[in-house]
T-cell receptor
Framework: DSGVTQTPKHLITATGQRVTLRCSPR?????VYWYQQSLDQGLQFLIQ???????AKGNILERFSAQQFPDLHSELNLSSLELGDSALYFC???????????FGPGTRLTVL | GESVGLHLPTLSVQEGDNSIINCAYS??????FIWYKQESGKGPQFIID?????DKRQGQRVTVLLNKTVKHLSLQIAATQPGDSAVYFC????????????FGSGTRLQVQP
């Protein structure tokens, strides 16, 4: 158990819908990262937050957004969902940007 | 939360043998390299890391070798056990600018009893 929690574990929804994925980092970690793991793209970095502020952006679509709250939990919002958004979404946390990232168990999103 | 279905190269070894998993990385400016293990239904789990100023680092039953000349990273697992069966990813990162990890495509390790 990495100490990073993600909810929900599974999510099934329809095209065009909007969903929110939630991540609670390990106690004491200020940095949160979101990654997408799909069949044809492997693990792709989406976005990083540090202590409530966006720190870095990766291959995140404009339909996706994220935020980190004062209690350091983070949410990833996915809107106007398409079939191709079906994937595993992982959250990772670290003390800061230089240290080891600990991954949560992931949320499996299925868009029908 | 498994990565089953990913079209990955597979390494099949006998229990007790040593395993070597290879990774070619792309960014010659990367400062830090990590190996992750992902078991079926779980998120990636840290195994071992190495900084770019080193060429070898050993852990418990695992060794990482870094060859910066050819941008190659390898993970050696000694006395491979059935519990080592998983997908293994290498990842790289810079210490400046964007510090998010860039992952390799992964290798599936199957340990035959």
């Amino acid at each position: 158990d990495s100490g990073v929690t993600q909810t929900p574990k599974h999510l099934i929804t329809a095209t065009g819908q909007r969903v929110t994925l939630r991540c609670s980092p390990r106690s004491g970690d200020l940095s949160v990262y979101w990654y997408q793991q799909s069949l044809d793209q492997g693990l792709q970095f989406l976005i990083q937050y540090y202590n409530g502020e966006e720190r870095a952006k990766g291959n995140i679509l404009e339909r996706f957004s994220a935020q980190q709250f004062p209690d350091l939990h983070s949410e990833l919002n996915l809107s106007s969902l398409e079939l191709g958004d079906s994937a595993l979404y992982f959250c990772a946390s670290s003390v800061d940007s230089y240290n080891e990232q600990f991954f949560g168990p992931g949320t499996r999103l299925t868009v029908l | 939360g498994e990565s089953v279905g990913l079209h990955l190269p597979t390494l099949s070894v006998q229990e007790g043998d040593n395993s070597i998993i290879n990774c070619a990385y792309s960014n010659s400016a990367s400062d830090y390299f990590i190996w992750y293990k992902q078991e079926s239904g779980k998120g990636p789990q840290f195994i071992i890391d190495i900084r770019s100023n080193m060429d070898k680092r050993q852990g418990q039953r695992v060794t990482v070798l870094l060859n910066k000349t050819v941008k190659h990273l390898s993970l050696q697992i000694a006395a491979t056990q059935p519990g080592d069966s998983a997908v293994y990813f290498c990842a790289e990162r810079r210490d400046t600018g964007r510090r998010a990890l860039t992952f390799g495509s992964g290798t599936r390790l199957q340990v035959q009893p």
